[in-house]
């Protein structure tokens, strides 16, 4: 964005208190995309826009995630571009609205996600890979076999194949440059730390310290709530397991 409105130079970052403004400001608008994203994954899931709008204010009730879209330049990017391309697949193989239009808002949900994505960490194709893979196995798979009782599966296998063919092709042409750059993430010496409720946390704290920063910043009554809710979910899925 700095680079766009002249602050800085393409891979030069300026220090500058203008360039630190429009990262500030970058940030808080991707906070409120991610927010839009959330919403539409709820409304996915839900299947109501009463509750989307709940899962806005849910998110937003947490300090440590307002407090992130507010300066962090390295962290957040890539919480709201995953959200949004989680939102964008979604929305791609649900039901809601009319076709047109959710292929079109899932499409810009899902380039948007992978651009901020990889233009800020580029190992957050491990997740959107993953995610990917999960719905192929979850969604795909099911809609694939169905699809083994049509007449139209001869022309599907076709061009499935051909769309095979050149994204292996892709993926083959670039695998270099991705490894050189998932290589680049793993092997960075994150040596630095941080302080968590006046403690020092190192940059690889362990499963435990995470947890535990992630319940602190937990507001208590969504807390008490979400353990209610594991509570309820748990015995409703006793019962509908013991036929009862």
Do not use: C
Request: charged share 10%; net charge neutral; hydrophobic share 55%.
């Amino acid at each position: 964005v700095n680079s766009l409105l002249g602050f800085e130079e393409w891979g030069v970052p300026n220090t500058s208190a203008d360039a630190y403004v429009v990262r500030h400001l970058a940030i808080a608008v991707l906070g409120l995309l991610t927010a839009t994203a959330v919403a539409v994954i709820s409304r996915v899931v839900l299947g109501d826009w009463g509750w989307a709008i709940v899962s806005v204010g849910l998110l937003y009730s947490f300090p440590i995630w307002v407090g992130h879209t507010m300066f962090n330049i390295k962290d957040a990017p890539l919480a709201a571009g995953f959200t949004m391309f989680t939102a964008g697949l979604a929305l791609l193989v649900s039901e809601v609205s009319h076709r047109s239009s959710r292929v079109i808002a899932g499409s810009l949900l899902l380039t948007a996600g992978f651009v901020v994505v990889v233009g800020t960490r580029p190992v957050g194709l491990l997740l959107m890979v993953g995610s990917l893979v999960l719905l192929g196995l979850f969604w795909g798979v099911p809609r694939a076999w169905n699809l083994l009782k049509s007449s139209l599966f001869a022309r599907v296998l076709g061009l499935t194949l051909t769309g095979m063919i050149f994204v292996v092709a892709i993926v083959l042409a670039q695998m270099t440059s991705a490894s050189d750059f998932l290589s680049t993430n793993f092997e960075y010496p994150w040596n630095g730390w941080n302080l968590y409720g006046g403690d020092r946390v190192e940059s690889q704290p362990g499963l435990w310290v995470v947890l535990a920063v992630l319940a602190a910043s937990t507001p208590l009554l969504l807390g008490a709530l979400g353990l209610v809710g594991v509570v309820v979910l748990g015995e409703r899925l006793s019962r509908k397991s013991s036929g009862a």
